[in-house]
């Protein structure tokens, strides 16, 4: 089982930026998708960006909400994913959480193989 630690949240003003952090425990094919999902109060679970561990920044997945703001990249050792997230807005206000499958199709249906405990992002 793949423990993943997320860490980087924080408060910030509009327009502002955070980077989030995700390491792993270990790397295993049923966590070569790793991705960022958050979470708000009364709101749907979002899969914002994704990759595969094995691919690299080429498989990257973002939401249409996020696309131009946030980056996700990792470490050359694949055990820390990032999220870089610039021009942050009210709306990206949630919880995140990083969050591992084998395929990215697995990873968006939310059926994941680890999640992490999450880390708040609030914007104001």
């Known amino acids: 089982h793949v423990q993943l630690v997320e860490s980087g949240g924080g408060s910030v003003q509009a327009g502002g930026s955070l980077r989030l952090s995700c390491t792993a425990s270990?790397?295993?094919?049923?966590?070569?998708?790793v991705g960022w999902v958050r979470q708000a109060p009364g709101k749907e679970r979002e899969g914002v960006a994704g990759?595969?561990?094995?691919?690299?920044?080429?498989?990257?997945y973002y939401a249409d909400s996020v696309k131009g703001r946030f980056t996700i990249s990792q470490d050359n050792a694949k055990t820390t994913v990032y999220l870089q997230m610039n021009n942050l807005r009210p709306e990206d206000t949630a919880m995140y959480y990083c969050?591992?499958?084998?395929?990215?199709?697995?990873?968006?249906?939310?059926?994941?193989?680890?999640r992490g405990q999450g880390t708040q992002v609030t914007v104001s």
């Open positions: 270990e790397y295993t094919d049923s966590s070569d998708y």
């Open positions: 990759i595969v561990r094995s691919v690299g920044a080429g498989s990257a």
């Open positions: 969050a591992t499958a084998p395929v990215f199709d697995v990873w968006y249906r939310s059926a994941y193989t680890s």
